[in-house]
Nanobody, 124 residues
Framework: QVQLVESGGGLVQAGGSLRLSCAASGRTFSRNAMGWFRQAPGKEREFVAAISWSGGSTYYADSVKGRFTISRDNAKNTVYLQMNSLKPEDTAVYYC?????????????????WGQGTQVTVSS
C-alpha cells in the first residue's frame, strides 16, 4: 500500500517557477515508478512526467520538455517536479501517482496509487 500527498502548488506569474513535492508512505516506495499528471478545468487528465524506481530514466510530455524536471529521493520517500518558465496553459491540478511496477509509464490507467492533487495557477 502506498499513500501519496502532494504539496507546493500555488499562484505564480508567467515565467516563474514552482517545485511540487509528493511524499509517499509505504515500504515499497523505492520499487515504484512514479508519475506526475495534471488536469485543467474541462479537460482530461494528461501525462506530465514520469521517473523509474531508480531515477535513472525519466520521461516528459512534449509540452513541458525543457521546462520541467522530475526527480526522486528514495531515502526521503519523495518525488519532485521542478517547474520553470511556467505558462498560463500550465494551470491545472497536478497529481502524483505511483505504479506497482519499477517501469514508468505515460498512461494514467497504468498507475495504481494517486494523491489528492495540488492546484497550480499561472497568471499572465
Amino acid at each position: 500500500q502506498v499513500q501519496l500527498v502532494e504539496s507546493g502548488g500555488g499562484l505564480v506569474q508567467a515565467g516563474g517557477s514552482l517545485r511540487l513535492s509528493c511524499a509517499a508512505s509505504g515500504r515499497t516506495f523505492s520499487r515504484n515508478a512514479m508519475g506526475w499528471f495534471r488536469q485543467a478545468p474541462g479537460k482530461e487528465r494528461e501525462f506530465v512526467a514520469a521517473i523509474s524506481w531508480s531515477g535513472g530514466s525519466t520521461y516528459y510530455a512534449d509540452s513541458v520538455k525543457g521546462r520541467f524536471t522530475i526527480s526522486r529521493d528514495n531515502a526521503k520517500n519523495t518525488v519532485y517536479l521542478q517547474m520553470n518558465s511556467l505558462k498560463p496553459e500550465d494551470t491545472a491540478v497536478y497529481y502524483c501517482a505511483a505504479r506497482t511496477s519499477v517501469v514508468p509509464s505515460t498512461k494514467s490507467q497504468e498507475y495504481y496509487y494517486w494523491g489528492q492533487g495540488t492546484q497550480v495557477t499561472v497568471s499572465s
